[in-house]
Structures are given as structure tokens and as C-alpha cells.
């Protein structure tokens, strides 16, 4: 498999430095959620011009007809009928106008297509959620928004995705994996900026206090505006489309202004809206008994590895450019979740970081991708209401080069002298008091801040003892003189000091399994032509189950076979179901079809079988011996199913499709 | 692999009602951190009772002497002489006699081989947090207790086992995989009882606030007490022994008052405790914006199927037996997390539901295991004070038949009437008023429950409207009359309704990791006889990396030929290391075997290498070609070491192994 573009991950360079990363993320970045509408189309804005101009003729015309009735003594009967025939025209134009603006809206790909698009994603859902893909989390107790439920095929879509990622990335790049706790104490979310910055702005139904997003309401109103009222004029409809671009980068004041002047009100009940105010989108918790440990749900997974980065970094042999990922949930607390997987409230991420020499970032393996064609989406082409495009990564890297300046890697002159803060915790004194709590108490000693370390020193030297909390046995110890040393020692620093650049790229893994069902689906008419058939055409890698065997008929003999075939798939390690309902194989194939099973086995004789593939819906003859090999080949990506084509004969006398 | 016993995983057998599911928890369950002390050996008994007479004794005769040095006019010398001779014999029977209690302690596991399985238990924490299998969280913010991060060899152990998992029980079985979310609204878990249930029991320290689990202050209390206190009377002894083996079923009360009876204190401050109470285990939060919906993050992952049984059901064809299955994170606040990965507050949890009828619980693949023999730890084992035993698994199930009673299924007679209650939503009224966010209104009004229908039934008779929270959208919407039909109909119910019954083994990963860590760790000392090598003994399959590519000495030749080996590697899909640092070859081989890598490859030709295998120390030697495909032989199960050791010449002039 081969993702098409990268729509669902986000790219982020920037310096190791957890403050600054969440200001310099989405450098390159697109999803389904954010894509914008293409520029004002010339036809567009001469149509709208058109049409205000007919509009302007029609009211000068009705004006007319009015005045000419109200003459003082009345016009001539002939006049009044010439203007209003007159008038009639004009109408006939206007409306004529009209329909073409209309059309050209539809075109855009804001009128019909998109509810054509819609209609489309509808059927894809509706087969998602009927065939258990994934179901909305909680249904019988009526559902949270925002939370879904993957269920067997959806898991092991899934579960196959991500051990391709895992293979593609980690193994083939011999990242180093880490796998961290979604709990996260305070503190690393302060140092990130997530507890000042991870917000969304919201406003409030003044009366009924359900909330929304702001920068939603805004968006819904300029489309609903742009996509019905064709009274806009073309300024307007230019403002409206020049909002929807630059949404992201409105600041508060000037979002409120915003929603202000179009005076937007609450989309259900039309009730006042409150003022805007950030809303954290991490979910709140407390950590530990005593209430006083305040945590949070990681909303992402990179500070996992940014908080380890010294031990990885000795892991790698102190050398640079490595990289790290991890896979694991993340969790936010969106206002408004929408549009299924794409924006939800707890998902599956899978982050990478390279961390790079800033001085340095050759790659040795640059050279075998450099030639590449990528379909990208800079930062300018989104802010100028572009689409993607392709580009060469050669380039693309020489251009992503002058785009953000990395910032403030801190370099010292060598050699330098410079003051050191020493903790010496006596390994003998603690092991002596603390027994087996011994190393996280020394753990602790050496992890205090430069501050914190300075005030034992100094309560040390005037009490001789300190009470000392050591978080990770979740209580208080008394820490004696004896028990550390502390001094700030001067010292000359012979080696560089530098903060590594960081290349984040990060893969939202239901964003990129819900872009693969919407690509994967189509529909086919069955046989008899009296219905539309769903198929999933999913690859065999990501195929939840590789394989069906159907015995043809209701027969003890048949079932017999199927079931050595089962045994022999099994041992293969190919996941499979057996069917033996005796339905018709018609329908049985559409069954499979619209879980994206890539090839079933028909059992029509006891010495040899059918295979016949999903899409072409083709079909060979195999003996049984060789059915569980041949479908691993298929399945694997060894063969093509052309090379098996080409090996085994064609089964002509196919099995009906549909009976 | 294989487990060596389930000694980490508990299984229960109930009714599919969450809400009992909680009380019949842990039927047959063991874990490190409960392990019962055998019961008190007979010679212990006879032990203490000795020691207890000759310290009387002691007494006595110290009595007697200072009688005699007190006597009105004074004793004879020689009288007094012989009372004190007499005294130090007894004195030195009784410490003989002490000596011998202490050494039978220690042989009962609890003094001398206790402080060696801890020393033992600390190698391999050690060894395990040095080369990053897995650390503290947080550590550079100074650690959260209970949370823990794998590194990259942790990470892959992990993942390797969850594959090895989801092969043998997911795909082996056909089973149902699910992936819920681990946020949960707080409904779901009320009826589970987990709101009300999950509690732990804690007291506090008085004066410092520290907070313990009673049950934890009351076992460590009777531990030290019985391995340092040797003047206890063997009736002491035995009640105190006693306590630990029914601790897990004292009730709040008992615990209470054994807590004050004993007059324990906190341990680290000696201030007296609170009374103690109960807390809830669980991590709490809120979800959406609103503030108004509180959640919690889920302590197990069985809920998600629970609540999900219907859909599952359907999808199985609604036929019975089926299982269910999930892996994910699961999270318990716990008040004093112990033992690194085994008593955590996020954990990796697998977890099956085997959903049977409970008239018919008959599995068509239970004949093949029958026959099978498990070590099982039976709750009255365990409340007895005995050890884990070996059951034939047909036998226990015999046995298993006689345990716990198959709580209330309801059955009813049938035919039979009853009322129901029948909710008919109107879809083209509720599509013409909530366009795309009909089929979430939909489902919302069918998932009420018989109050609220009856409720919403009433304001729309009187009110003709009614404001209705769609949980789903996140919004309230208005209900009008004609979009939705309440009524209560009477109906034939000519199926029988029961509740199935519920056989849940739970799995927990990070316990397994943990175990199979202890069990694959020893060690051996170096060729110089001047160091002790760390080896982790993983089999292939759970192995970190399967194989080691050293060129021999620094050379360019033999690097091509490493990168040739690697990229070999890498396409028969086997994790490797490639170490071309020209370290000693023997250092090389020690830091590899210390991280569990079964196969090492030593390039000393350019036409053949060496293959080492790392418990054995044996060489064989292989052509450059066709080494890649022998290690993945090995390392893929299809043949063993001896296999091919047999096949390839041995590589008799051995790479020093220290040099």
C-alpha cells in the first residue's frame, strides 16, 4: 500500500524546544476538514456582476411602471403596457441571470457537486457503520459525540495500517520506538505551552449555553451565504470567500469583530451569541490520591519522546540525526466534533520525530528520495485559497529551506567556562536510610532544578535535615546534610552545545484509514441489474480479511473440504471466515465484496476449488492442495493476481454472481 | 512462546450484566504482588514454640538470680555463682533456639531467599531501566509514580507479544476484535457499578496528608512482623499469618479494626492514621465543552464490548457462542502503585468475552484441549494458604461446574404477551427538519428508555414540542409531535429471552512483559572470570531484535558486506542491528545478549559469515547468500537451532567471546 499524499499527516520543523513546538506546527499541512475553496472563478464575478446589473435594471424599470401608474391624470393605457412589457423582460433576464449564477456555483463545486460528494460519503458511511467498520461509541446509552468504536473489521484495518506504518517507519528506518503514558503530569504540559495555548475559541447560545466554535460559525456562515444568496454582490462574495481562506489565522479580536458584523447568532435558535473565550481542549484529571497532582490526557504524542530524548539520544551512541516514534492514543476535547473519524474527540497518532543537527541535516538516504514527486500543500498556497500540487522533494526541500527560520539554537564558544550546579547524592548514607527506595530518592535529589537544589543547600546548611517529596514513591522523606552534596562548580565546557532541529511528521491513523474506505468504495450493479452493490477495493495488505471459502452447495463433502482448506489457511497465517449458510454464492460474494475480502473460494468439487478476485471478478481453478499457497502469494504481494492468472486456467463455467 | 502459566491473567465467569460483573471478578487470579505465604511449615510452629519456653525459662532463672542477689543478708557466692552459670546456659539455648527460628524463616522464603529474589528482581530492573526496556515517565519533571515509558527494546517486546496475542487467540479463534475509546461517559460506568465499586480502601497520614492503602500498611505490618519479631507466640504468629491470607476478603470494618488493634501507624512518620474510606480508583474527567458531562477514563476495556454486545451478536449471525475481544489502554488511579510494571496507573490491557448460552455451554473445540494441564490457583487454594497446582482442564471444569452459581438468566415462558414499549421515529419529518443530522436524531429517540419515552410521550401530548439532547451532535434539538410515535404495545414474544453468560480471561500486558522479562534474565560470568554478563533469553519471537551484523574488525570490505547482510535482513522482513563501531568483538557480543538478540553475525570472510547464537555461545558458518534465510528460518519457528546446527559446519575457531 501506498498512501496517495501525505493530506492526513502534519509536518513540523522546528527546535527541540517543547515551548516553541506548538507555535510552529502545521508548516505543511491539509486535511478533508480544512480544505478551501478554489478562488472566485472569473465567470463567477462577471455572472454576479450580471446578475446585480439585470437587478438594478428591473427595480429602475418597476420604479418606472410605478410612476407612469401615479401620474397626475393618468398616462397613456399603450405607455404603461410598453413598460410593463418592458419590465417583463428585464425579469425574464434577471431570473435568467440567476439560473446561470446558480449554475456556475454548482460547478465550483459548491451547489451540486458537493451534494453529490455528500450523497456519496453518505453511502460510504452508511456501509461503514452497517458492517461495523466503526459504530458511534456508546450507542445504547445514546452516544458522545466525537467517540467511535472500531469493530471487527474496522480493527483490523487498523491493526493492519499500523503495522505497515510500523514496518515503512520504524523498522525500515531503525527508529527508536517509544511508547509513553497518556496520563501527563502538569508540569510537561506547562513547559510544552499546551496549558496556556491548546485552545480553541468558543462562544455560548446566550440562553441555552450549548457552545460552539466560533471560527465554525463563521465558516458555515460565509459558505451558506456564498452557496444561496445570489443577491451578493461580487465584493461581497469576495470578502466572504477571502474569511473562509484565513480563518486559521484571524486572531480572537478579530474573529469577534467578525461574527459580530455579519451579526451571526446561535445556528439552532438563533438566540445571541456570547463573547468569545479560549476553551483548553485537553481533558482535565488528577493524578495520585490526594487531589493535588493536577494532569491531563496527552493531546498529542510527541512530548513522550521529547522528555526522553536524553536517554535516546545515549541509546543511539550520542549521535545525531536519529529518529524516534511513537504510536498510542491522544486525546481532545473538541467542542464541536464533526464530519465521523476526521475530528474526533480520542484517536490513534502516530508521531515521528528527526532529530537533526541544525548545522547538519544532510540524511545519507536523501539521495534515493530527492527525485520523488510529492502532492504538497504549502502554507502560501493555502493562504491563497490554492490547491495542492505536486512537487519534486528536491526542490521542495531547496524552497520548505527559505521557509521557516529555524529558530534559536543556543551555541556556546569553546572552550568556555561556565557554572555547573553539582548534586552529589551519597549512594551509601541513602542506601542506609532508604533501603530499597534508595534510587528514586536519588533519582529525585539529581532531578531538582538549579533553584530547588540551591534551597536544600541552603536549608541543609542552616536545619541539617529538609523534608523532601519524592514523587515517583508518592511520599515525603526527610533528606539529612549527610545525605547530598550540593555546589555550583565553574568548569570549562570543551563540546558544543546545541538544541538538535526537529522534523515532526505525524499521522492521524483514523484520518488516514477513513481517506482509505472513501477511497477504496464503489458501487457496481448486481447481475440482475435490480441493485447497487457496495465494494471496498482494499488492498490485500489492509483488507480486514483476505480471503472467504464458500462450500457451493449444502453438502457434507463440500463443508469437509472447507474446512481443510480453513485449517491450511490457518496455518498459512491468511485470516479468512468460512461461509456455510447455503445462501446463494451471489449474494454471498456481495457480502464479502462490501467488506473488501480480495478473494473468495468457491468448493464446487472435492479434488479442486475457484479463486476468484474481488474486483475483476475473475476467477482460476486450483487444486486444493495448492489453494492456501497461492492465495498467500496474492496476499502477500509476492504475485500479481495477473502472474496467478497466467498460471492457472480460467474458470469459464464461473459461478453465477447473483442467482 | 508460550506462557508458563496464567499466573497474570484473571478469569471470571458471570452473567453478561455489567452490572454484576464487578463482584465476580478475579475468580481464579494470582499475581505477584498477592503471592500468599505458604502455611506456617510445622517446624516453624514447634520453632517458636521452643524459642517461647526457653525465653520463659530465661525469664525464670533471671528472676531467680536476681532473688538471690537480693536475698536480706545475702546468698552464698557459690549459690549465686551457679544461678548465673545456669542462666547464661539458658541464655545461649535460647539464642541457639532463636537462631534456628531465624533460619527456618529464611527458608520459608520469607528472611535470606526473600532478600536473594530481591536482589535477583533488582539485577533485572536494573539491567532492564539501563538499556531502556522501559523507565520512569517523566523523569526529567522528576517522575509520576506508577507510570512508566518503554524504550525502544521494551516497545518492541511489547508489540511483539501483542502480535503474538492477536494471532493466537484474535485470528486463531475467529474472534470478534473491537477498539473502543478510552474515554467514557460516566452512565456507562454507573451501571456497571464501577462508580460506585471501584474503590480501594486509603487512610491518611494525620499530620502530613500521605495517603496509604490500608490493606497495604496492614500486610507489610504482619510481613515485618513475622520475619523480625522472634518472641512472637506461635498463636500470634499464626493469626498474623492468617490476616494476609484472607486480606483481599476482610470488609471495610475488619480492616478498620485490625488497623487499631495493631496500633499501626504511618510508616514513615509514625503519626496515627485517619479512619479509613473509600476511593475511587478511577480517573475522572469531563467531556465537551459544557462542563456538564462527566467521564472517566475506562479502568478495564470490557465495557467497550459489553455495550457493543447486540451489534456483535448480529454480526456472528445471532448465534452463540461467540468471543469478543479488545486490547487497549486501561487507567486505575491506584493510591500507592508498587513493583514497577506490575501495580500500575496505565496499563495495556487485553481482554476476551466469551459470550455463551447459558443452557448450552458446550465449545466445539474443548475435546482438544481437555486433556491439557494448567497451573491453577482455585480461590480456596488460595484462602487455604496454598500454592498455585496443576488441574487437567477437563477436571477443573468438572470442578470449575460446582463454583461460583450462573446468576439470574432471565428466561420466560413462551409464548407469552407482554408490553412493549415501540418507538417509530418518522424519518421524512425528522429529514426535512434535520437534514444530514437526521439519522443521529434517529438514533438518539430509538436508544431512549422507557421513562424518557413516556415522558417525551406526555410533553408532546400536552405541549405539541419538546427540547431533546442529542448527545451525538452535542446540541439540544426540538422534538415535534409528528416526528416520532410513543406507544406501549402488547406482543407475543415467541423467542426465548435469556442473558448470556460470560467467561472473561483478562490479560495484563505490561504483568506478561514483566514476567517473561524475570523469567528469560540470567546470568554468567565473562571468559576473564572478572564480570558478571547480563543475558535476557527471549525465544525469537518476543526477541527485541532478532539479529546482530558485526563486521569483525574495521575494515571496508567487511562493512559492504555487513550493509549487503543488512539489506538482506531487512527484505526478509527481520530486525537487525548493524555495529560497526570496532569495539571488541566479545563487548560487542555482551551488549547484544544483555538486550535478549538471539542471533548474532559475525562477518569475517567476504564469501561466508559466522551465525552465533547466544545461549549455546555455538557458531555455525553460512554462505553471505544464504544467511539471511537461515536466521529467518530460526527466528520464524520453522526449524531450531539444533536444526540447523546440524546442516552448517560448526565454526570451531570461535570468535573470542571476551577479548
Known amino acids: 500500500m501506498r498512501f496517495r499524499s501525505l493530506r492526513f499527516a502534519t509536518i513540523s520543523i522546528s527546535p527541540a524546544r517543547p515551548k516553541t513546538l506548538l507555535h510552529l506546527r502545521r508548516f505543511l499541512s491539509s486535511s478533508i476538514a480544512a480544505r478551501i475553496p478554489p478562488p472566485m472563478a472569473a465567470s463567477e464575478e462577471s455572472l454576479r456582476q450580471a446578475l446585480a446589473e439585470k437587478q438594478s435594471a428591473v427595480d429602475a424599470q418597476a420604479h418606472a411602471v410605478r410612476a407612469l401608474k401615479a401620474r397626475p391624470?393618468?398616462?397613456a393605457q399603450a405607455e404603461i403596457d410598453a413598460a410593463v412589457e418592458a419590465l417583463k423582460a428585464l425579469k425574464v433576464d434577471a431570473g435568467a441571470a440567476a439560473r446561470r449564477l446558480q449554475a456556475a456555483l454548482s460547478n465550483n463545486g459548491d451547489g451540486a457537486a458537493a451534494s453529490s460528494r455528500?450523497?456519496?460519503?453518505?453511502?460510504?458511511?452508511?456501509?461503514?457503520?452497517?458492517?461495523?467498520?466503526?459504530i458511534p461509541s456508546f450507542k445504547?446509552?445514546?452516544?458522545?459525540?466525537?467517540?467511535?468504536?472500531?469493530?471487527?473489521?474496522?480493527?483490523?484495518?487498523?491493526?493492519?495500517?499500523?503495522?505497515?506504518?510500523?514496518?515503512?517507519?520504524?523498522?525500515?528506518?531503525?527508529?527508536?520506538?517509544?511508547?509513553?503514558?497518556?496520563?501527563?503530569p502538569e508540569v510537561v504540559l506547562k513547559a510544552s505551552g499546551h496549558v496556556e495555548k491548546f485552545t480553541d475559541l468558543m462562544v455560548k447560545d446566550e440562553k441555552t449555553g450549548t457552545c460552539y466554535r466560533a471560527d465554525h460559525l463563521l465558516k458555515d456562515f460565509c459558505k451558506e451565504k456564498l452557496e444561496k444568496d445570489l443577491t451578493l454582490s461580487p465584493e461581497k462574495a469576495a470578502e466572504l470567500k477571502h474569511v473562509i481562506m484565513v480563518l486559521d489565522d484571524l486572531s480572537a479580536e478579530e474573529l469577534?469583530?467578525?461574527?459580530?458584523?455579519?451579526?451571526?447568532?446561535?445556528?439552532?435558535?438563533?438566540?445571541?451569541?456570547?463573547?468569545?473565550?479560549?476553551?483548553?481542549?485537553?481533558?482535565?484529571?488528577?493524578?495520585?490520591?490526594?487531589?493535588?497532582?493536577?494532569?491531563?490526557?496527552?493531546?498529542?504524542?510527541?512530548?513522550?519522546?521529547?522528555?526522553?530524548?536524553?536517554?535516546?539520544?545515549?541509546?543511539?551512541?550520542?549521535?545525531?540525526?536519529?529518529?524516534?516514534?511513537?504510536?498510542?492514543?491522544?486525546?481532545?476535547?473538541?467542542?464541536?466534533?464533526?464530519?465521523?473519524?476526521?475530528r474526533v474527540r480520542e484517536f490513534t497518532l502516530a508521531e515521528i520525530e528527526h532529530f537533526v543537527d541544525p548545522d547538519d541535516k544532510s540524511h545519507p538516504k536523501f539521495v534515493d528520495v530527492a527525485n520523488l514527486e510529492f502532492l504538497m500543500f504549502p502554507r502560501e498556497e493555502q493562504l491563497a485559497g490554492k490547491s495542492a500540487k505536486p512537487m519534486i522533494l528536491g526542490e521542495a526541500v531547496l524552497k520548505e529551506k527559505s521557509g521557516v527560520p529555524l529558530v534559536a539554537h543556543e551555541k556556546f564558544p569553546e572552550p568556555?567556562?561556565?557554572?555547573?550546579?553539582?548534586?552529589?547524592?551519597?549512594?551509601?548514607?541513602?542506601?542506609?536510610?532508604?533501603?530499597?527506595?534508595?534510587?528514586?530518592?536519588?533519582?529525585?535529589?539529581?532531578?531538582?532544578?538549579?533553584?530547588?537544589?540551591?534551597?536544600?543547600?541552603?536549608?541543609?546548611?542552616?536545619?541539617?535535615?529538609?523534608?523532601f517529596h519524592?514523587?515517583?514513591?508518592?511520599?515525603?522523606?526527610?533528606?539529612?546534610?549527610?545525605?547530598?552534596?550540593?555546589?555550583?562548580?565553574?568548569?570549562?565546557?570543551?563540546?558544543?552545545?546545541?538544541?538538535?532541529?526537529?522534523?515532526?511528521?505525524?499521522?492521524?491513523?483514523?484520518?488516514?484509514?477513513?481517506?482509505?474506505?472513501?477511497?477504496?468504495?464503489?458501487?457496481?450493479?448486481?447481475?440482475?441489474?435490480?441493485?447497487q452493490l457496495n465494494v471496498f477495493s482494499f488492498p490485500p495488505l489492509v483488507a480486514p480479511i483476505k480471503c472467504t471459502v464458500f462450500p457451493l452447495i449444502k453438502t457434507q463433502k463440500f463443508d469437509d473440504v472447507a474446512k481443510i482448506i480453513a485449517k491450511s489457511l490457518?496455518?498459512?497465517?491468511?485470516?479468512?471466515?468460512?461461509?456455510?449458510?447455503?445462501?446463494s454464492i451471489g449474494k454471498r460474494y456481495a457480502r464479502t465484496d462490501e467488506i473488501g475480502v480480495p478473494f473468495a473460494i468457491t468448493v464446487d468439487s472435492t479434488t479442486s476449488v475457484t479463486i476468484r478476485e474481488r474486483d475483476s471478478k475473475q476467477q482460476i481453478r486450483v487444486s486444493i492442495d495448492e489453494v492456501a499457497s497461492v492465495v498467500k502469494e496474492v496476499t502477500d504481494g509476492q504475485s500479481t493476481w495477473g502472474d496467478v492468472m497466467w498460471r492457472y486456467p480460467t474458470h469459464s463455467a464461473a459461478h453465477t454472481e447473483e442467482e
Request: aromatic content about 10%.
Open 570 to 583: 490457518t496455518a498459512a497465517g491468511i485470516s479468512h471466515i468460512i461461509d456455510i449458510t447455503g445462501t
Open 416 to 467: 568556555r567556562e561556565v557554572e555547573k550546579l553539582v548534586i552529589v547524592p551519597s549512594k551509601k548514607e541513602l542506601g542506609l536510610a532508604f533501603k530499597g527506595s534508595q534510587k528514586m530518592v536519588v533519582e529525585a535529589l539529581e532531578a531538582m532544578s538549579e533553584k530547588e537544589a540551591l534551597e536544600m543547600k541552603a536549608t541543609l546548611e542552616s536545619k541539617g535535615e529538609m523534608d
Open 73 to 75: 391624470g393618468g398616462a
Open 118 to 134: 455528500e450523497a456519496f460519503r453518505q453511502a460510504v458511511v452508511n456501509t461503514l457503520e452497517r458492517r461495523l467498520f466503526y
Open 256 to 342: 469577534g469583530a467578525k461574527l459580530k458584523e455579519y451579526g451571526i447568532t446561535a445556528p439552532d435558535t438563533k438566540n445571541p451569541l456570547s463573547d468569545l473565550y479560549p476553551f483548553n481542549l485537553m481533558f482535565q484529571t488528577s493524578i495520585g490520591p490526594s487531589g493535588l497532582s493536577p494532569g491531563y490526557m496527552r493531546p498529542e504524542t510527541a512530548q513522550g519522546i521529547f522528555v526522553n530524548f536524553k536517554d535516546l539520544y545515549y541509546y543511539n551512541g550520542n549521535k545525531l540525526p536519529f529518529a524516534a516514534a511513537q504510536i498510542g492514543q491522544a486525546f481532545r476535547n473538541e467542542i464541536s466534533p464533526r464530519q465521523g473519524l476526521l
Open 470 to 531: 519524592v514523587c515517583t514513591l508518592g511520599k515525603t522523606v526527610s533528606i539529612m546534610k549527610k545525605m547530598v552534596s550540593i555546589s555550583m562548580d565553574k568548569k570549562k565546557e570543551h563540546q558544543r552545545v546545541f538544541t538538535p532541529s526537529v522534523i515532526e511528521p505525524s499521522f492521524g491513523i483514523g484520518r488516514i484509514i477513513y481517506c482509505l474506505f472513501e477511497h477504496s468504495f464503489y458501487t457496481r450493479q448486481s447481475k440482475a441489474e435490480d441493485e
Open 140 to 184: 445504547i446509552y445514546r452516544g458522545v459525540a466525537g467517540l467511535y468504536d472500531y469493530g471487527p473489521p474496522g480493527c483490523a484495518v487498523k491493526s493492519n495500517v499500523l503495522a505497515f506504518w510500523r514496518q515503512h517507519f520504524v523498522l525500515e528506518e531503525n527508529m527508536l520506538e517509544v511508547d509513553c503514558p497518556c496520563v501527563t
